[in-house]
């Protein structure tokens, strides 16, 4: 078992930033990937950025040169730093950790872009 616990979150005002955090804990095997992902209200949720243990990077398009993840493998935790702040960025924030058939979520983080 995984167990995923998000910080971070929070009200910011347009073209603001905020990092998120998602600490890992149990049985961690050492080749992962870390995801965050993204919902907001009556939407899909969808893919932020993702890393592997290795480092390798995605984004999604409408992220791209203002989000950055990045891990931290000896703390077990992956972070999301987001710059230039939209209120389309508002959302719930979810962590995903994800090894061969497993994949484990957090329970999320609130994510509010508003003036």
């Known amino acids: 078992q995984v167990r995923l616990v998000e910080s971070g979150g929070g009200l910011v005002q347009p073209g603001g930033s905020l990092r998120l955090s998602c600490a890992a804990s149990g049985s961690i095997h050492s080749i992962n990937v870390m995801t965050w992902y993204r919902q907001a209200p009556e939407k899909e949720r969808e893919l932020v950025a993702g890393?592997?243990?290795?480092?390798?990077?995605n984004y999604a398009d409408s992220v791209k040169g203002r989000f950055t993840i990045s891990r931290d493998n000896a703390e077990n935790t992956v972070y999301l730093q987001m710059n230039s702040l939209k209120p389309e960025d508002t959302a719930v924030y979810y962590c995903?950790?994800?090894?061969?058939?497993?994949?484990?979520w957090g329970q999320g983080t609130q994510v509010t872009v508003s003036s």
């Open positions: 995903k950790y994800s090894y061969s058939i497993s994949a484990y």
């Open positions: 890393i592997t243990s290795t480092g390798r990077t």
